[in-house]
């Protein structure tokens, strides 16, 4: 599979844009499962640049839970509150279901770790 999506990657890259973020999220959202986080943030990244470029948001709100858990991986919790809050608002554009679980999953991972930081910085004081 990931031979594929580079593949069609590549054969799309340069030439159409518009169906490189869809391309991009899909390949972010792969190698996200399959626990390769630092190349699916580089991938994602790109994915919402597209999203810029293009003033589309396809899949946004997967890429930007997935983008929000990626950040809690190294314990960037305003980065993931940021992705998190961008998931919510394009959620209400897209209505997918899948997208909605990805969401509720890191919006209860960023709570967790927020509670676990309050609670550090509570015994610290």
């Given at each position: 599979?990931?031979?594929?999506?580079?593949?069609?990657?590549?054969?799309?890259?340069?030439?159409?844009?518009?169906?490189?973020?869809?391309?991009?999220?899909?390949?972010?959202?792969?190698?996200?499962?399959?626990?390769?986080?630092?190349?699916?943030?580089?991938?994602?990244?790109?994915?919402?640049?597209?999203?810029?470029?293009?003033?589309?948001?396809?899949?946004?709100?997967?890429?930007?839970?997935?983008?929000?858990?990626?950040?809690?991986?190294?314990?960037?919790?305003?980065?993931?509150?940021?992705?998190?809050?961008?998931?919510?608002?394009?959620?209400?554009?897209?209505?997918?279901?899948?997208?909605?679980?990805?969401?509720?999953?890191?919006?209860?991972?960023?709570?967790?770790?927020?509670?676990?930081?309050g609670r550090k910085a509570k015994a610290l004081a």
């Amino acid at each position: 599979a990931d031979e594929a999506f580079v593949t069609s990657i590549e054969l799309v890259r340069g030439k159409v844009h518009k169906c490189l973020d869809i391309l991009y999220a899909d390949y972010g959202k792969f190698l996200w499962q399959n626990g390769r986080s630092r190349e699916a943030n580089a991938i994602l990244t790109m994915t919402l640049e597209e999203y810029h470029l293009l003033g589309t948001h396809w899949k946004r709100p997967a890429v930007e839970a997935i983008c929000g858990l990626i950040a809690l991986e190294s314990d960037q919790c305003k980065q993931a509150r940021i992705h998190l809050v961008n998931a919510q608002i394009y959620i209400k554009a897209d209505q997918r279901s899948k997208e909605e679980a990805l969401i509720q999953q890191l919006a209860t991972e960023l709570s967790v770790r927020e509670q676990k930081s309050g609670r550090k910085a509570k015994a610290l004081a």
